[in-house]
């Protein structure tokens, strides 16, 4: 109960009177996928959701948008908006990289936005360009003033593209395009360290008490959020020591952590879904979810309510009891399909699970299911567009980001 208080604090902290926010890609630092607090979109509600508004943010796709008592946060190629939520009108808006020549920023990329203390923080990396432009940008989330730069970029030496869990103790958690980790401590800077991890795909970290984990390739790494045992291998470039590491069959998704920190679930490309001690590493229990080969988990699981939801590159959709089966290997609790592709972390709110697809399918469940072992949807939407952003719930309302640069809330009608 102490670990979701903390997050709740956290949570109103930032928003002010925003009920059911949404901070960071993956809800919180643990990336769980769900928001604990939403109470105004509910499975009574859900069938009767409507598109309410659409913005129109340009021809890039919009990444996962945040969510505070000041709006909506998006990012679309190298602008960042502010929408209200109620209408999507635009409260503020800023580009990107004006000062950084025209064919090095069309290589350039900004990550989706995390919320810190009334700040909107944009994780940039600059292509061939470590220097003025590169790091993570923060901006007032009510006016879009310029806040100038926090966390590692500051200093010139490492950046960080992906995005940033930003943690209850104000650290910032990132990992960049050339397998960096960073960890910064903004109240205190000799706190703060970075690690090289490897060639290779790095996912981003999720954090929960203090652990950090990510997964590089088919590695699943643990450390703590304090800096580890590091050896400095090049001037300002250390190694260091995971408390523990895993190895799986495929590569793995981002892991995700359970509400209070003991459990990690993770994915791999090969089908299988993972529930680890978050102590050792020590598998507490799996399933084998990829069929014919052909059905890998490309997303992270999504972790809330007692169960935790995994959905595989081909559309399934899995709900596992969090807690396992009291057997080495699971079978679900129910199934189902959204009949497309899904490459994204599903979002978990009040008693819904939500699953955006490539196809631009984008579908409603019960999270308790429907009493058989097969599942149908309650309430889908074809967008005709990859969904690229979200899903999102926050403040009564669902949000998700497009290939085609649109960013679209639905509600219930009242």
């Given at each position: 109960m102490r670990r979701r208080w903390w997050r709740a604090v956290s949570c109103l902290a930032v928003v002010l009177p925003a009920a059911g926010c949404w901070l960071q890609p993956g809800w919180g630092p643990v990336r769980s996928g769900h928001n604990p607090l939403e109470r105004g979109l509910t499975a009574a509600e859900v069938a009767g959701l409507a598109e309410t508004w659409t913005?129109?943010?340009?021809?890039?796709?919009?990444?996962?948008?945040?969510?505070?008592?000041?709006?909506?946060?998006?990012?679309?190629?190298?602008?960042?908006?502010?929408?209200?939520?109620?209408?999507?009108?635009?409260?503020?808006?800023?580009?990107?990289?004006?000062?950084?020549?025209?064919?090095?920023?069309?290589?350039?990329?900004?990550?989706?936005?995390s919320l810190r203390q009334g700040q909107v923080l944009l994780p940039v990396a600059v292509y061939r360009d470590f220097g003025p432009g590169s790091g993570i940008h923060a901006f007032d989330a009510r006016t879009g003033a310029d806040g100038g730069r926090v966390g590692p970029r500051s200093t010139g030496s490492v950046t960080v593209a992906g995005d940033v869990a930003v943690t209850p103790e104000q650290a910032l958690i990132g990992t960049d395009a050339i397998a960096f980790v960073h960890v910064t401590h903004l109240a205190d800077a000799s706190r703060s360290w970075n690690m090289f991890v490897g060639d290779g795909h790095t996912t981003t970290a999720a954090v929960g008490g203090d652990r950090l984990l990510f997964a590089h390739g088919g590695r699943v790494l643990a450390f703590t959020v304090e800096r580890p045992d590091c050896t400095e291998v090049i001037p300002g470039v250390f190694t260091c020591r995971p408390l523990w590491e895993r190895t799986l069959p495929a590569n793995a998704t981002?892991?995700?952590?359970?509400?209070?920190?003991?459990?990690?679930?993770?994915?791999?490309?090969?089908?299988?879904?993972?529930?680890?001690?978050?102590?050792?590493?020590?598998?507490?229990?799996?399933?084998?979810?990829?069929?014919?080969?052909?059905?890998?988990?490309?997303?992270?699981?999504?972790?809330?309510?007692?169960?935790?939801?995994?959905?595989?590159?081909?559309?399934?959709?899995?709900a596992f009891a969090a807690d396992g089966c009291g057997a080495p290997t699971c079978n679900p609790l129910w199934s189902a399909s959204t009949g497309g592709p899904v490459s994204r972390q599903a979002a978990l709110a009040g008693g819904v699970l939500y699953v955006g697809g490539e196809d631009g399918a984008l579908d409603a469940f019960l999270a308790a299911g429907c009493r058989r072992p097969t599942c149908t949807a309650v309430w889908d939407e074809s967008l005709g567009s990859e969904v690229t952003g979200g899903p999102v719930v926050a403040g009564g309302r669902l949000l998700v980001g497009t290939a085609d640069g649109r960013l679209i809330a639905f509600r219930p009608p009242r």
């Open positions: 913005v129109d943010l340009g021809a890039e796709p919009v990444l996962d948008p945040a969510v505070s008592g000041r709006g909506v946060h998006a990012v679309a190629g190298l602008e960042v908006t502010t929408r209200f939520l109620a209408n999507g009108a635009e409260r503020w808006s800023t580009e990107l990289l004006t000062d950084v020549e025209p064919s090095i920023a069309e290589l350039s990329s900004v990550g989706p936005p981002t892991p995700v952590l359970s509400v209070d920190g003991a459990t990690v679930f993770v994915g791999d490309a090969a089908g299988n879904l993972w529930a680890l001690d978050a102590t050792d590493g020590a598998v507490r229990w799996r399933a084998e979810l990829g069929g014919s080969g052909t059905r890998g988990l490309g997303a992270a699981p999504t972790v809330g309510d007692g169960r935790v939801y995994a959905v595989a590159t081909d559309g399934s959709v899995f």
